[in-house]
């Protein structure tokens, strides 16, 4: 059953110094997220009988997946992507749904029981003045101490928007991809998506299947093609054998991969990249899983066009090699930024680019019991890498009550 209030630690406190347990380690863990990787985490931390509170800022589980885009299903298989302690139906096909996985993370809070609290947003984390737990400063005045915290925030947190310059002035329509739902609004308009990565190819075949007049994708970076799935066999089956291979190993085979499956689009603007596949997920850009992408641009369906540096008075969009273009519409599918440094910048746990420095099981120095989840972006599948990443978090935990 899921709790929609919080329990003992609920009430506003007096100042942090005055906080006191008898046994620190009958404090709760506080799980910051009801994503798939908080979820997750509470549960293996049940499972080990540890108790685990979790703190969600919207008023339901599984936020960030209801606000996808209708057509959006997983790029993982339905078995790969269960988390653990319930499977997904198998009525959801290979590749989920986005309504039949937020109908998973609704039951699966159910069949566990997780102790959830929604409508609660945690804004800071802190150290205990007694230094055997964390602080939690949340909405309400609420000060909420536990012995261990996991920040499950998620990847795609907040909407990042580049500072285009004159984009306040622009006339048409501009709307990140976060808030793109389908593309009966865009027919018969002419719709520019910035950004291919796997929501921007998407959004931009979504529009053709809805009657869009024009569609023209705006890349910066030529991005890396596959296809989902290849005689049956998963990409994400590939990306779980290789990931363990040297990095360079890994590039060559998906070279030779890339041009027995995916054709050359050089004509059509999409050259294959000059970086390997692995050097570049590596450094965060996952390849691109086509859903319809590639057909599109080979037929002329979407234009390839150069990335976009700005724009200027009466509608106009100025591209990076020096074209002008006047689109109705603009979809920015340039991503999300995690956010996290009003709640644990102070730490010193984030790199120069605002990501946990540690991350799964792995802890930093000078912040034990603090663990992070959902912060990466593995070829192998993210749902399954966070189920992982659950079981060790919650065994480091027992072990640091040990």
Not at 216 to 239: F, I
Not at 269 to 275: A, K, N, V
């Amino acid at each position: 059953m899921i709790t929609l209030a919080l329990m003992e630690d609920s009430a506003p406190r007096p100042a942090p110094q005055a906080i006191t347990a008898a046994n620190p380690a009958d404090r709760p863990v506080y799980v910051i997220g009801g994503g798939p990787g908080g979820l997750a985490t509470a549960y293996a931390l049940r499972a080990l009988g540890i108790r685990a509170v979790v703190v969600e800022r919207a008023d339901a589980v599984g936020a960030s997946w209801r606000r996808h885009y209708d057509r959006l299903h997983l790029h993982t298989t339905r078995r790969l992507s269960a988390l653990p302690g319930l499977k997904m139906p198998r009525r959801f096909g290979r590749w989920a749904a986005r309504d039949d996985v937020v109908r998973y993370l609704e039951k699966y809070a159910e069949v566990h029981e997780l102790e959830i609290v929604t409508g609660v947003e945690v804004s800071r984390v802190e150290r205990t003045a007694d230094g055997a737990g964390w602080l939690l400063r949340a909405t309400g005045g609420r000060e909420l101490v536990g012995s261990a915290v996991v920040v499950a925030t998620g990847y795609n947190h907040t909407p990042y928007l580049p500072d285009w310059p004159g984009r306040e002035e622009f006339t048409g329509e501009l709307t990140h991809a976060g808030a793109y739902r389908d593309g009966a609004p865009y027919a018969g308009r002419d719709v520019l998506v910035v950004g291919v990565g796997n929501t921007g190819a998407e959004i931009a075949v979504d529009l053709v299947e809805h009657g869009a007049g024009r569609v023209r994708l705006a890349v910066r970076t030529v991005p890396h093609l596959v296809r989902r799935s290849t005689a049956g066999w998963a990409a994400q089956y590939s990306g779980i054998l290789v990931r363990r291979l040297p990095v360079a190993l890994v590039d060559r085979i998906c070279r030779v991969m890339a041009r027995a499956s995916i054709p050359d689009l050089s004509a059509h603007g999409l050259p294959r990249p000059d970086t390997g596949l692995y050097t570049r997920a590596r450094q965060g850009a996952i390849p691109v899983q086509d859903v319809g992408l590639i057909e599109a641009v080979r037929k002329g369906r979407v234009e390839v066009v150069a990335a976009v540096e700005g724009f200027e008075d009466g509608g106009k969009v100025v591209l990076a090699d020096g074209t002008r273009i006047s689109p109705d519409a603009v979809v920015a599918a340039t991503g999300y930024v995690r956010a996290l440094e009003p709640l644990v910048g102070h730490l010193g746990v984030l790199d120069e680019r605002g990501r946990p420095v540690a991350h799964g099981a792995r802890t930093c120095e000078e912040a034990p019991g603090l663990y992070f989840t959902g912060f990466t972006t593995p070829i192998s599948g993210t749902l399954r890498e966070l189920s992982i990443d659950a079981e060790k978090i919650a065994k480091a935990v027992r072990r640091a009550r040990r």
